[in-house]
């Protein structure tokens, strides 16, 4: 039988926090190859729960809010990009000894597969591909996921991979193992038919899922409705199926949603309700900026009985020209709307965040502060999220046409934390550090006022 390793790799960044970061397309993977009949193992250099990072490191994972917290990490030598920026460099995840220690259990492996996510974490895939090459010298290394999606081009050029494996569903697995000359019969529509394989985590805090891939909204700055095909859905049944396997036979007690447009169509509505009639003791997490225009009376109230607990509203900005120009999804009315429904189904202010984009093309630092005042008049948590340009956006397309980044950018100086020290076309660090004062002041004051309803 042939047997693949999976691998999720470093992070490589001035910054990074465990905000229930799992490597979901990598458990579907596992799904789908031993649906075909192959083996598989994981190692997951994000895992902070690892029973051996905990033994090596002398002490267990620490939680911050239901299973989010610190990476173990370690200060690196910055890359040349970053030179002149006073930041430091660190790689988050398992320490170099205890990954090589892993891999030499595997050395009868058939391939190793790794995946990618954000393009701006590049040296984080190429450092864990390194140490890989030197361990398992003679296995064939192929990479996929987002980065490998977005920047195909770069992977090839600077992952180090054998071979790179862009696109999402089933059509990279497949071109992988053609690369490999394994032949498999895969399943097309795994996201209906097969669950992701969190058999590989001896201890599961959280779990991370999904009911649909791509989007049917074409957000300027936004790539899910560019990488997949099609909007697609999973049936609640088999959500909530899934579900309720996690917390019988794994003890889940915090489910994480990570859809990009979970409240498009009724399927939601259909999920709570099933949920609902389980009577799960389970937390459940909104993470991933909610449409607010989609949120009805009905759904906060089932969301309510249900027992959610983090509900994300995606703001944006209260620049009505910019709300337009990058796609129309939310204006200020569809917010105060939103935070009326989901109050006056009980949710306290603390439970809900509206995610404010700073630093957009064209957007002024009275812009941020009105959005944050809006977050404060209606009495939710305002997070600042400053903007990233995804290469191959239409909002990237414009800003390179315009002479407003450069084509040929490291990736890394696109991070958000990185962009304001030297991105001039934009808002100024020390704005950024005070808009986010701001924002921490309201906060603090709406969490102290609601501090009973964080709890179970």
């Given at each position: 039988?042939?047997?693949?390793?999976?691998?999720?790799?470093?992070?490589?960044?001035?910054?990074?926090?465990?905000?229930?970061?799992?490597?979901?397309?990598?458990?579907?993977?596992s799904?789908?190859?031993?649906?075909?009949?192959?083996?598989?193992?994981?190692?997951?250099?994000?895992?902070?729960?690892?029973?051996?990072?905990?033994?090596?490191?002398?002490?267990e994972?620490?939680?911050?809010?239901?299973?989010?917290?610190?990476?173990?990490?370690?200060?690196?030598?910055?890359?040349?990009?970053?030179?002149?920026?006073?930041?430091?460099?660190?790689?988050?995840?398992?320490p170099?000894?205890?990954?090589?220690?892993k891999?030499r259990?595997?050395?009868?492996?058939?391939?190793?597969?790794?995946?990618?996510?954000?393009?701006?974490?590049?040296?984080?895939?190429?450092?864990?591909?390194?140490?890989?090459?030197e361990?398992?010298?003679?296995k064939?290394?192929?990479?996929?996921?987002?980065?490998?999606?977005i920047?195909?081009?770069?992977?090839?050029?600077?992952?180090?991979?054998?071979?790179?494996a862009?696109?999402?569903?089933?059509?990279?697995?497949?071109?992988?193992?053609?690369?490999?000359?394994?032949?498999?019969?895969?399943?097309?529509?795994?996201?209906?038919?097969?669950?992701?394989?969190?058999?590989?985590?001896?201890?599961?805090?959280y779990?991370?899922?999904?009911?649909?891939?791509?989007?049917?909204?074409h957000?300027?700055?936004?790539?899910?409705?560019?990488?997949?095909?099609?909007f697609?859905?999973r049936?609640?049944?088999?959500?909530?199926?899934?579900?309720?396997?996690?917390?019988?036979?794994?003890?889940?007690?915090?489910?994480?949603?990570?859809?990009?447009?979970?409240?498009?169509?009724?399927?939601f509505?259909?999920?709570?309700?099933?949920?609902?009639?389980?009577?799960?003791?389970?937390?459940?997490?909104?993470?991933?900026?909610?449409?607010?225009?989609?949120?009805?009376?009905?759904?906060?109230?089932?969301m309510?009985?249900?027992?959610?607990?983090t509900?994300?509203?995606?703001?944006?900005?209260?620049?009505?020209a910019?709300?337009?120009?990058?796609?129309g999804?939310?204006?200020?009315s569809?917010?105060?709307?939103?935070?009326?429904?989901?109050?006056?189904?009980?949710?306290?202010?603390?439970?809900?965040s509206?995610?404010?984009?700073?630093?957009?093309?064209?957007?002024?630092?009275?812009?941020?502060?009105?959005?944050?005042?809006?977050?404060?008049?209606?009495?939710?948590?305002?997070?600042?999220?400053?903007?990233?340009?995804?290469?191959?956006?239409?909002?990237?397309?414009?800003?390179?046409?315009?002479?407003?980044?450069?084509?040929?950018?490291?990736?890394?100086?696109?991070?958000?934390?990185?962009?304001?020290?030297?991105?001039?076309?934009?808002?100024t660090?020390?704005?950024?550090?005070?808009?986010?004062?701001?924002?921490?002041?309201?906060?603090?004051?709406?969490?102290?006022?609601?501090?009973?309803?964080?709890?179970?």
């Amino acid at each position: 039988m042939k047997k693949i390793l999976l691998i999720n790799p470093w992070i490589e960044d001035v910054a990074a926090y465990d905000f229930w970061l799992k490597p979901l397309g990598l458990l579907y993977i596992s799904s789908i190859l031993k649906d075909a009949g192959i083996e598989t193992a994981l190692i997951d250099l994000l895992d902070r729960y690892d029973p051996e990072l905990e033994a090596f490191m002398g002490k267990e994972a620490e939680d911050k809010y239901y299973g989010t917290g610190k990476f173990y990490n370690e200060a690196i030598e910055k890359p040349r990009c970053l030179e002149h920026i006073p930041r430091k460099f660190k790689r988050y995840g398992f320490p170099e000894e205890l990954f090589r220690r892993k891999l030499r259990r595997y050395r009868g492996v058939d391939a190793v597969f790794i995946t990618s996510m954000m393009t701006y974490w590049h040296y984080g895939v190429s450092d864990t591909i390194r140490v890989i090459k030197e361990e398992l010298p003679d296995k064939p290394v192929v990479l996929g996921g987002v980065y490998a999606s977005i920047l195909p081009d770069h992977a090839v050029a600077f992952s180090g991979a054998d071979f790179v494996a862009p696109g999402t569903g089933i059509s990279p697995v497949n071109s992988a193992l053609e690369f490999l000359g394994i032949k498999a019969s895969l399943k097309e529509n795994f996201l209906e038919e097969l669950d992701p394989d969190y058999s590989h985590y001896d201890k599961l805090s959280y779990a991370v899922l999904i009911t649909s891939t791509g989007c049917p909204f074409h957000c300027n700055y936004c790539m899910s409705w560019k990488l997949w095909k099609s909007f697609s859905r999973r049936s609640p049944k088999k959500v909530a199926a899934f579900i309720e396997n996690l917390y019988y036979k794994r003890g889940v007690k915090d489910i994480v949603f990570f859809d990009d447009a979970i409240l498009v169509g009724s399927d939601f509505k259909e999920l709570l309700k099933l949920l609902e009639a389980k009577e799960l003791k389970i937390r459940y997490h909104l993470p991933n900026g909610l449409h607010a225009r989609l949120i009805d009376t009905e759904t906060a109230q089932l969301m309510k009985k249900v027992n959610f607990k983090t509900i994300k509203l995606g703001y944006e900005t209260s620049n009505v020209a910019l709300q337009e120009k990058t796609g129309g999804k939310v204006f200020d009315s569809d917010l105060v709307r939103a935070v009326s429904f989901l109050k006056s189904a009980g949710f306290s202010g603390n439970e809900i965040s509206a995610y404010i984009i700073a630093n957009l093309p064209g957007q002024s630092v009275e812009d941020v502060e009105r959005a944050i005042d809006k977050c404060d008049e209606l009495g939710i948590l305002p997070v600042i999220n400053e903007f990233t340009p995804i290469p191959g956006t239409p909002q990237w397309v414009e800003l390179v046409s315009k002479k407003k980044l450069p084509e040929d950018i490291d990736p890394l100086l696109l991070d958000n934390s990185l962009l304001p020290h030297w991105w001039d076309k934009g808002i100024t660090e020390t704005s950024l550090r005070l808009l986010k004062e701001k924002a921490w002041k309201v906060r603090k004051r709406i969490e102290n006022e609601n501090c009973l309803s964080r709890f179970w």
